[in-house]
C-alpha cells in the first residue's frame, strides 16, 4: 500500500501561484512515477501532470503548459506541483497518484490516489 496526502491548496486570485504537495508512505516512492489530476464541478477527471521515478521525464496537459511544473524529491518522499499564471478553469480538486514504475497519462492506469485538495482560482 501507498498513502498519499496532499496540501497546499487554498484560495487565490487568477495570475497568482499556489505549490501543492503530496507526500508518500508506504511503499519505496522511487518505484512509482506519480501523477497530478484535477476535477472540476461537473466535468471529468483530467490528467494534469506526470514525472517518472527518476524525475527525468516529466509531462503536461495542453491546459497547463508552460504554467504549472511537477517535480518530486525522492529522498522526501514528497511530489510537488507549481502552479503559476493560475486562472480561474484551474478551480479544481487537485489530486496526486501513485503508478508502479511506467508514467501515465490516463488516470485509470493509477494503483493509489490521495484524497484530493482544493484549489479555487477567483477572477
Known amino acids: 500500500q501507498v498513502q498519499l496526502v496532499e496540501s497546499g491548496g487554498g484560495l487565490v486570485q487568477a495570475g497568482g501561484s499556489l505549490r501543492l504537495s503530496c507526500a508518500a508512505s508506504?511503499?519505496?516512492?522511487?518505484?512509482?512515477?506519480m501523477g497530478w489530476f484535477r476535477q472540476a464541478a461537473g466535468k471529468e477527471r483530467e490528467f494534469v501532470a506526470g514525472?517518472?521515478?527518476?524525475?527525468?521525464?516529466?509531462n503536461y496537459g495542453d491546459s497547463v503548459k508552460g504554467r504549472f511544473t511537477i517535480s518530486r524529491d525522492n529522498a522526501k518522499n514528497t511530489v510537488y506541483l507549481q502552479m503559476n499564471s493560475l486562472k480561474p478553469e484551474d478551480t479544481a480538486v487537485y489530486y496526486c497518484?501513485?503508478?508502479?514504475?511506467?508514467?501515465?497519462?490516463?488516470?485509470?492506469?493509477?494503483?493509489?490516489w490521495g484524497q484530493g485538495t482544493q484549489v479555487t482560482v477567483s477572477s
Open positions: 508506504g511503499r519505496t516512492f522511487r518505484n512509482y512515477a
Open positions: 497518484a501513485a503508478r508502479f514504475w511506467a508514467r501515465s497519462s490516463q488516470g485509470g492506469e493509477y494503483d493509489y
Open positions: 514525472i517518472s521515478r527518476s524525475d527525468d521525464t516529466t
